[in-house]
C-alpha cells in the first residue's frame, strides 16, 4: 500500500503544479431542454414551436384528434417526439386528464395496455413524461407498469415533478430506465415575461448543474410561452447554454446503447 501510495505521489505533483495555461481544461457544455407538453390537444403555439428554430422536445398526449398528426409534423421538422402521458392528479377536473388517463383503480395490465396504445398513437416518440399525475405518481405499481413498458420499448422518463413523492426517478433507477427531472415550470402564469423570468431560472439551474429541464405547453398559453422562449434564446447564447432535445442530457455508457436519439431527417 505504502509503495502503491509513493508511486502515485509524482502523478499527483504533476497534475496538481501544472502553471494553469500549461492544462486542457475542456469547458463543460451547458445543456438545457425545453419540452413543450400538450402537442395533441390545443392548438396555440403548436405551428410556432414546431416550425421555429429552437430544438424544443415536443411532448405529445395520445389518443386525441391530432396526437398522430402532431408527431408527424414534429418528426418532419426535426423535433423530438415525447409521449404526454395523462395521469390521476389530486386535483383537478376529470375533463383535463384527456382521453385514457391512468388512474389509480387500473390494474398493472391496463396500465401497461395504455402504454403500448399510447407508444403507437405517437410516432417516433422516444421518451415519456407524465400530464399532472399528482396522486398517480405516488402509487408504485402504477408506476412500475409504465417503467416497465418504457424499458421494453426503450423509452427514457422524465419525471414532470408534480408530486414530491413522485415514484418514477426510485423505480427508473431500479430498472435501469434513463430517468431525469424537470426543474421549471415556464408558464404557470401566462406572459411572455413571466415565461422570460422563468427562462432565465433554467439558465441559472443549468450553470449550477450543468443541464438544465424546463416544461412550457402549447394550448391556450402556447401563443405566449412561444413568445416568451424566443425572446429568451440571446440570453442563452450569451450564457453558452446549448438548447438540446430531451434525449441530448443523458450521457454516459449506461444510457448510449438504451435508446437511439432522433437525428435530424432520418
Ligand atoms: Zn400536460
Same mark, same amino acid.
Given at each position: ?132 399525475? #399528482?396522486?398517480? %405518481?405516488?402509487?408504485?405499481? =402504477?408506476? @412500475? $407498469?409504465? *417503467?416497465?413498458?418504457? &424499458?421494453?420499448?426503450?423509452?427514457? +422518463? ?33 406572459? #411572455?415575461?413571466? %415565461?422570460?423570468?422563468?427562462? =432565465?431560472? @433554467? $439558465?441559472? *439551474?443549468?450553470?449550477? &448543474?450543468?443541464?438544465?429541464?424546463? +416544461? ?51
Amino acid at each position: 500500500m505504502r509503495k502503491f501510495v509513493s508511486m502515485l505521489i509524482p502523478f499527483m505533483f504533476l497534475s496538481f503544479h501544472q502553471p494553469a495555461s500549461a492544462q486542457k481544461i475542456e469547458p463543460k457544455e451547458l445543456k438545457a431542454a425545453i419540452i413543450i407538453d400538450d402537442f395533441g390537444g390545443g392548438t396555440g403555439g403548436v405551428r410556432d414551436f414546431l416550425e421555429g428554430e429552437i430544438p424544443i422536445t415536443a411532448a405529445v398526449m395520445p389518443f386525441t384528434e391530432h396526437s398522430t398528426e402532431h408527431a408527424k409534423w414534429a418528426h418532419k421538422y426535426g423535433i423530438e417526439v415525447m409521449i404526454h402521458l395523462s395521469m390521476e392528479p389530486k386535483r383537478g377536473k376529470r375533463s383535463w386528464l384527456g382521453p385514457r388517463p391512468i388512474t389509480n383503480d387500473l390494474s398493472a395490465a391496463e396500465v401497461k395496455q395504455i402504454v403500448r396504445d399510447a407508444i403507437k398513437d405517437v410516432p417516433y416518440a422516444v421518451g415519456i413524461n407524465n400530464h399532472m399525475g #399528482s396522486l398517480a %405518481v405516488e402509487n408504485e405499481e =402504477i408506476v @412500475l $407498469a409504465i *417503467v416497465e413498458v418504457a &424499458k421494453e420499448k426503450r423509452l427514457f +422518463i422524465i419525471d414532470s415533478a408534480t408530486s414530491p413523492n413522485t415514484k418514477f426517478p426510485k423505480i427508473a433507477n431500479e430498472l435501469g430506465v434513463p430517468v431525469l427531472k424537470r426543474d421549471v415550470f415556464l408558464d404557470d402564469i401566462s406572459s #411572455s415575461s413571466h %415565461v422570460r423570468q422563468q427562462m =432565465i431560472r @433554467l $439558465a441559472k *439551474v443549468t450553470e449550477i &448543474k450543468g443541464s438544465g429541464i424546463a +416544461i412550457g405547453h402549447v394550448g391556450i398559453t402556447g401563443k405566449v410561452c412561444s413568445i416568451g422562449v424566443f425572446q429568451s434564446m440571446d440570453e442563452f447564447k450569451r450564457r453558452h447554454i446549448k438548447i438540446v432535445p430531451a434525449s441530448g442530457l443523458f450521457s454516459g455508457k449506461s444510457t448510449e446503447k438504451y435508446f437511439i436519439p432522433l437525428k435530424k431527417g432520418s
